[in-house]
């Protein structure tokens, strides 16, 4: 304990006492011999204050043990993990979701969630590699953290690192057309690459092409790609075989819940007219709370005869503005149900709002919030509406819509985990098909990419003064862990392979893009 004691010009006496009392920082004063004043606290009991070369070494630690839970899942050769939180089980050897079931709660190894999820949401596939990239550069740094560089010199050449490893990247990305029917293939190549790791990587012939053909509709929009997950959707169906796995151009929905009369719909059209509603297309009944004074019994009946000439002023609009179809989010009721069968029309309600959105999109209808002043300008069409019977599901099936920009993707398979697992898979791939038609380029995978940026950043650092020069060689060698994983969980010897990539890309003119070949 330190005091300090101040004589002011009027022989007054401050004494400031500073202490510390269970991880609490109080300051208590006294002046003029008065009593002392309560104490000050600026932080709550039971705070932990750990900080300095420990605790970053302890954060380093921490960071590690998460890494090791999806490192065995990087690559074709990756394995599944199975999580189990008390009420599901979830396979899957996807990196993001992982990291999110396994509910992580060391303060600093959060961050490593908070990146995994972050590449999933932008990326989409790498989210496993992301985690392994970021644990090495922390290992690689740790040596440096145990002997005292300051974090700033060291986080200096980090990023200085980082940015010519980007730019290098960059300049060695190949680009492509995808007008052209390389460029095309070159799409096939980025889908199938995403598959490979994946539970369904033996059907790549039959989920690739699929994945391709669903992004390029959405791409003659301006803004299409970037509304990727509302504009592809994919319905999972339990049972068959996944061969059975479609795709429509177009869109299809479940079922919604009918009434009595649907069975006698018209179940198929030829360039249909499509009317949207955000209308409940039901006979509502009075509050219970409600009060009408009448005189005479047959007043009663003329309130009976409004409440049911309401809802028939809404039917008798939907049928005269011409519409086939009739979809509303709000609920069609059994009256409504027969009514449009009655008159060869087919409805229904209680349709997603996603897909009621993606509906509007493809067929250029717009959404109605009433049924007053519908014109024919409001509506939408298609070239072909059918019910179809999917496994044990009826499915409505919208295709050949005039504005092709949107997809659904129907996936069958034998269960449920492998359905959801399927689901992740092919979200990845639409996800890395999107980022190539933005950028137009690639680079090697295998981990290629990553030796030739080491071996760019190793002789860079050759001309860097002090300890720079360690700090981005120690980075260098970090990136190296991609091609390392890969041979580890193929069951290569790494530092056999890793011996010869360096040699390859360091004396061969042509060994830039030399990489991981799992298969031999």
């Known amino acids: 304990m330190r005091c300090r004691i101040f004589w002011p010009p009027s022989k007054q006496k401050i004494i400031i006492v500073v202490h510390r009392v269970d991880n609490k920082i109080q300051y208590n004063s006294s002046m003029n011999g008065g009593g002392m004043r309560p104490g000050i606290i600026l932080l709550r009991e039971g705070t932990d204050t750990s900080q300095g070369k420990a605790q970053l070494i302890s954060n380093i630690n921490a960071c590690q043990v998460v890494s090791d839970a999806v ?10 993990k199975l999580v189990a939180d008390g009420r599901r089980v ?34 989409g596939d790498g ?67 995403a598959l490979n790791s994946k539970l369904i990587a033996s059907h790549q012939d039959l989920f690739a092409p ?25 319905k999972k169906i339990p049972g068959g075989d996944v061969r059975q796995s479609f795709l429509v151009k177009g869109v299809a929905f ?61 039917l008798d609009a939907c049928v ?3 519409a086939n179809i009739v979809l509303s989010k709000l609920p069609v009721g059994d009256l409504a149900t027969q009514y449009f069968a009655d008159r060869g029309l087919f409805c229904a309600g209680r349709v997603e709002d996603g897909d009621l959105k993606r509906v509007a999109k493809a067929t250029g209808a ?21 019910e179809k019977q999917v496994g044990d599901e009826r499915f409505n099936l919208f295709t050949g819509c005039p504005n092709s920009l949107t997809a659904t993707m129907i996936l069958r398979g034998g269960s449920e985990q492998f359905i959801a697992e399927s689901e992740r898979s092919i979200h990845d791939s639409l996800m890395v098909v999107k980022r190539s038609l933005k950028s137009k380029a690639v680079v090697a995978g295998g981990g290629a990419i990553e030796m030739e940026v080491a071996k760019y950043l190793k002789e860079h ?60």
Not at 217 to 228: F, K, P
Not at 297 to 305: C, G, K, L, T
Not at 370 to 375: D, V, W
Not at 492 to 515: A, C, M, P, V
């Open 90 to 123: 979830t396979i899957s050897n996807d990196g993001a979701t992982i990291m999110k079931l396994l509910e992580i709660e060391h303060p600093a190894a959060k961050t490593l969630v908070d990146i995994s999820m972050s590449q999933d949401a932008e990326v």
């Open 320 to 322: 005269n503005c011409g």
């Open 254 to 314: 479940k079922k919604t819940f009918s009434y009595a009369g649907f069975e006698q719909m018209t179940k198929n059209f030829t360039n249909p007219k499509v009317l949207l509603l955000n209308v409940e297309l039901e006979l509502k009944n009075e509050k219970e709370n409600a009060e009408v004074r009448i005189e005479d019994p047959e007043q009663y009946q003329s309130i009976v005869d409004a409440e049911w000439q309401v809802i028939y002023d809404k």
């Open 461 to 520: 650092a050759l001309t860097i003064e002090g300890k720079g020069q360690l700090v981005v060689n120690a980075f260098a060698r970090a990136l190296e862990i991609v091609p390392r994983q890969l041979c580890d969980n193929a069951g290569f010897d790494s530092n056999d392979i890793l011996s010869s990539l360096r040699r390859k890309h360091t004396q061969d003119e042509n060994g830039t893009w030399y990489g991981v070949d799992i298969e031999n």
């Open 366 to 386: 717009t959404i109605q919030t009433s049924t007053n002043g519908i014109f024919e300008g409001v509506l939408g069409t298609c070239a072909n509406f059918e």
């Open 127 to 193: 989210t496993t590699s992301v985690v392994l990239l970021a644990v090495e550069v922390l290992k690689q740094m740790k040596p440096f953290v145990e002997e005292g560089v300051h974090p700033q010199i060291i986080i200096r050449h980090i990023r200085k690192a980082s940015s010519l490893a980007v730019q290098k990247v960059r300049e060695l990305a190949v680009s492509f057309d995808i007008n052209t029917p390389e460029g095309e293939e070159m799409l096939l190549k980025t889908a199938s690459t």
């Open 71 to 80: 490192r065995t899942t990087l690559g074709p050769r990756g394995m599944d």
């Open 210 to 234: 699929m994945i391709v053909d669903a992004v390029l509709s959405l791409s003659q929009e301006v803004d299409g790609l970037d509304d990727l997950r509302g504009m592809i959707a994919i």
